[in-house]
């Protein structure tokens, strides 16, 4: 905030005296608000350009591609570049779509599921970090690159996405990826799909929690 609005009387006491009737006390106090005025005036403006720079130069990270290899899930999809090590595994691209660098890059992935063939969430899903499939990055994300991330399935994910595949449950795959721009301020990127099968990595969004969300972490 502007400094040297605070103190009115030092700055009327200052002042010569004023002749007993004149209005020049009244004065001094009008000027005093005026040069208050002026100094948050000029103070917000100058914030506001800080953080439009900051927003305009800072790293912007989302999800390129998202979907699931599961052959052993009865999902026969064919994706590009399929992992050659994990036979069933989500994966991921995060790319970066800012002017700067992503630093300390970490991608949590969770699965729910719902009873029954088309459900939804409940209105009051808090998309808690349940299953905890974590990627995370070994290095930085430079502007308009990318990482591509695979996160193995356990035997009881294979269970989940077999019983979404034969239509008694819904399965929802969601999470958030969390990171610090070269400002050191900390990010977070929200996303959720619906499974479904043989979609490959066209998976379809869930109708909420996909954009930016306050940071859950800190840098």
């Known amino acids: 905030m502007p400094t040297g609005c605070h103190d009115k009387e030092a700055f009327i006491s200052s002042k010569e005296e004023f002749p007993p009737g004149g209005n020049g006390k009244a004065i001094a106090i009008g000027a005093l608000v005026v040069a208050c005025i002026a100094a948050a005036i000029s103070w ?18 989302s999800l390129a591609e998202f979907g699931i290899v599961c052959p052993d899930c009865g ?72 990482r591509d991330g695979i996160v193995e399935l356990s035997a009881d994910d294979v269970t989940a996405f077999k019983d979404a595949a034969a239509d008694r449950t819904t399965l929802f795959l969601y999470g958030h990826i969390d990171y610090c721009d070269i400002y050191q301020q900390p990010h977070t990127t929200a996303y959720c799909y619906k499974y479904a099968l043989n979609a490959g990595l066209n998976l379809p969004l869930c109708e909420s929690y996909n954009g930016e969300v306050i940071p859950h972490g800190s840098c």
């Not at 917000?44 to 790293?59: K, V």
């Not at 699965?111 to 808690?128: D, Q, T």
């Open 44 to 61: 917000y403006e100058g914030t506001a350009m800080r953080d439009a720079q900051m927003r305009s130069l800072r790293a912007y990270l």
């Open 75 to 146: 999902d026969t999809a064919i994706t590009p570049n399929p992992p050659m090590a994990v036979k069933n595994a989500i994966l991921m691209r995060i790319e970066n779509n800012g002017q700067t660098p992503a630093h300390r890059i970490i991608a949590t992935n969770n699965l729910h599921s719902e009873p029954g063939k088309g459900a939804s969430l409940p209105s009051n899903f808090a998309f808690p970090d349940e299953t905890k499939k974590i990627f995370v990055s070994k290095s930085d994300i430079a502007k308009d690159k990318h």
